[in-house]
Nanobody
Framework: EVQPMEAGGGSVQTGGSLRLSCVVSRWPYDGYCMGWFRQAPGKERERVAFIGMGFSTSIPDYSNSVKGRVTLSVDERETTLSLQMNDLKPEDTAVYFC?????????WGRGCRSDEYEYWGRGTQVTVSS
């Protein structure tokens, strides 16, 4: 069974940095959509960053709320997705989820610009204090 596993959450002060990682074991496909989402209490889930591999150009895409402060990277050999977050702000406080969608999955069909990823991790808490 495919199960993304997140790690790296924690508590930092404003301006601090964290690096989140997500390992997807037993991924049987050559391509995927992989992304990071977050959800704060009382707010809707937000797609933070994603990347698609196996079709067209695989360039990471970021939400406007984090652009310039986060960097997405992927180790294809290990199917590991990392999110380096710098200059963190209190509004970045949320549970961060890693998600993966297979080729021809619902998110794949939308160029990965979707919340309908098939496999989700359990989430890791990020707390930024002022």
């Amino acid at each position: 069974e495919v199960q993304p596993m997140e790690a790296g959450g924690g508590s930092v002060q404003t301006g601090g940095s964290l690096r989140l990682s997500c390992v997807v074991s037993r991924w049987p496909y050559d391509g995927y959509c992989m992304g990071w989402f977050r959800q704060a209490p009382g707010k809707e889930r937000e797609r933070v960053a994603f990347i698609g591999m196996g079709f067209s150009t695989s360039i990471p895409d970021y939400s406007n709320s984090v652009k310039g402060r986060v960097t997405l990277s992927v180790d294809e050999r290990e199917t590991t997705l990392s999110l380096q977050m710098n200059d963190l702000k209190p509004e970045d406080t949320a549970v961060y989820f890693c998600a993966v969608d297979p080729p021809y999955g619902p998110a794949w069909g939308r160029g990965c610009r979707s919340d309908e990823y098939e496999y989700w991790g359990r989430g890791t808490q990020v707390t930024v204090s002022s």
